[in-house]
C-alpha cells in the first residue's frame, strides 16, 4: 500500500473510532461501533451505534451524508466492525451498504458474532465492492472487550473496581470507607460503571454501605442494572439502590430460597419488580460461575462492574471470575483497617495470580491502575 495512502486511511479510521468512542454509554448490549463516509478527500457523513433497537453506525453514517445533499455512491466508508448481515432488532446493515454503491469499504475487525463472523464482508465483496480489514483492529477489540467476550467465551467482561490507601486498606476497621479517594478519582468511577450493562455487589456491602449503585458523575442516557449477590436473601428492603427502579433493572441473585422469610421477602421484592433468581452452589452460596454465564448468555450483558467488599472480591479472584482490575490508590497510609480482598494465604510465590498492566493515569491526588489477567 502506497505510504500516503495508509497515512490517509489511518486518519480517517481514527475518525470513525472517535465516533465509536461516542456509544460507550448507549450501545449496550451491542457492540461500539463508528463509521465515516469519504468521498473525494471529503467527509461526507459520520454516525456511531444507537441505543439498543436504534440505527446501527452505517445507517446513521449513511442518513447524515444524505441529510447534507450528499450521494454515497463510489465512496470510501470507514467502519470499526464488520457490518452485520443478519436481521435482529434492526435490518442488516451491509444491505444499506451494498444500496449505497461504496467504492471501498474499509473495517477495522471482523465481528466476532458467530451470525455475522465474515459472512457480512461476503456479501460485500459479492456485490462488487473492494474490502480491507484490519486498520486499527487492536484499539477497536479494546473498545468492545465485554462483546468479544460474550461471543467468544459465552461469559461478560468482568471489571473489579477497588479504591484503597497505599497500604491496600479501603476501610477504617469500623467499615468508615467514604471518601478514601477524592472527586476526580470517583468521577472516573462512574464513568467505567457508565458504560458497564451492569454494576454488580454483595449483600454485606449492602447492608453495611447503603450503596445506590447508579452513575451520577457522568451524563449518561441509560442506567446500568443492578446485581446484588446475597446468597441467604437478606438484602433490606429499604435499600437506597432500589430508587430509580424506572430508570435501572434490580437483580438479586441467591442461593436458595427456603424460610418463611425468605420465601416472603422474595415476594415483597418482585411485587416492586426486583427480580429474585436462585443459583446455588454446592455449598449453599451463590455460584459465580454459572452467574456471569447466565448474566452473559440469558441476559447478553458485555461488561459487568464490580464494587464489592473483601469477602466478594476474594470470592471472585479466587473462582477466577475477574478479567480486569481497576484500581485507585491514595496518598496516604491507614495503618489498621479493611483489606481489599479475603483470600487464604499463599503456600508459595509461584502459586500467585499475575497481572498485566493495561494503563495508569492520575486523578489529583490519587492513581488509578489498570490490570487485565495475563
Request: contains cysteine; glycine residues 8%; charged residues 20%.
Amino acid at each position: 500500500m502506497n505510504p500516503g495512502n495508509l497515512q490517509t486511511d489511518q486518519h480517517w479510521m481514527s475518525e470513525a473510532l472517535a465516533e465509536a468512542h461516542k456509544a460507550l454509554y448507549l450501545a449496550n448490549p451491542n457492540p461500539r461501533v463508528g463509521c465515516l463516509i469519504v468521498k473525494n478527500g471529503q467527509e461526507i457523513g459520520r454516525g456511531h451505534t444507537q441505543a439498543a433497537g436504534g440505527p446501527h453506525a452505517e445507517v446513521q453514517a449513511l442518513a447524515d451524508a444524505r441529510s447534507k445533499g450528499f450521494d454515497p455512491t463510489d465512496s470510501v466508508i470507514y467502519v470499526t466492525l464488520e457490518p452485520c448481515n443478519h436481521t435482529g432488532r434492526t435490518p442488516p446493515c451491509v444491505d444499506a451498504l451494498i444500496a449505497a454503491k461504496p467504492r471501498k469499504v474499509l473495517v477495522a475487525m471482523i465481528d466476532p458474532n458467530p451470525l455475522v463472523a465474515g459472512k457480512g464482508l461476503e456479501r460485500l465483496q459479492a456485490a462488487g465492492i473492494v474490502v480491507e480489514i484490519g486498520l486499527l483492529g487492536a484499539e477497536v477489540a479494546a473498545l468492545n472487550r465485554g462483546f468479544i467476550s460474550r461471543m467468544t467465551r459465552g461469559l461478560p467482561w468482568v471489571r473489579l473496581k477497588i479504591a484503597a490507601t497505599l497500604d491496600g486498606k479501603t476501610a477504617l476497621p469500623i467499615g468508615t470507607s467514604q471518601w478514601i479517594t477524592g472527586p476526580l478519582a470517583r468521577a472516573d468511577g462512574h464513568h467505567w460503571r457508565a458504560q458497564a450493562c451492569a454494576v454488580l455487589t454483595g449483600g454485606g456491602t449492602v447492608k453495611e454501605d447503603n450503596p445506590s449503585l447508579n452513575v451520577r458523575d457522568v451524563s449518561t442516557q441509560r442506567q446500568p442494572w443492578k446485581v446484588i449477590v446475597d446468597s441467604k436473601l437478606e438484602t433490606p428492603l429499604d435499600a437506597k439502590l432500589f430508587d430509580g427502579m424506572d430508570q435501572s433493572g434490580v437483580m438479586i441473585v441467591c442461593a436458595h430460597l427456603q424460610s418463611p422469610e425468605q420465601l416472603a421477602n422474595a415476594k415483597v421484592f418482585r411485587e416492586r419488580g426486583v427480580e429474585v433468581i436462585e443459583i446455588p452452589n454446592a455449598h449453599g452460596k451463590v455460584d459465580l460461575a454459572k452467574l456471569f454465564a447466565y448474566l452473559a448468555q440469558e441476559r447478553h450483558m458485555n461488561e459487568i462492574h464490580v464494587e464489592a467488599g473483601a469477602k466478594l472480591n476474594g470470592s471472585l479472584l479466587r473462582e477466577d471470575c475477574v478479567d480486569e482490575l481497576l484500581l485507585y490508590y491514595a496518598p496516604f497510609f491507614m495503618g489498621e483497617g479493611l483489606g481489599m480482598t479475603s483470600l487464604s494465604a499463599l503456600k508459595a510465590l509461584q502459586d500467585r495470580q499475575t497481572w498485566d498492566l493495561i494503563d495508569q493515569a492520575t486523578f489529583d491526588p490519587d492513581i488509578r491502575l489498570r490490570y487485565q489477567k495475563t
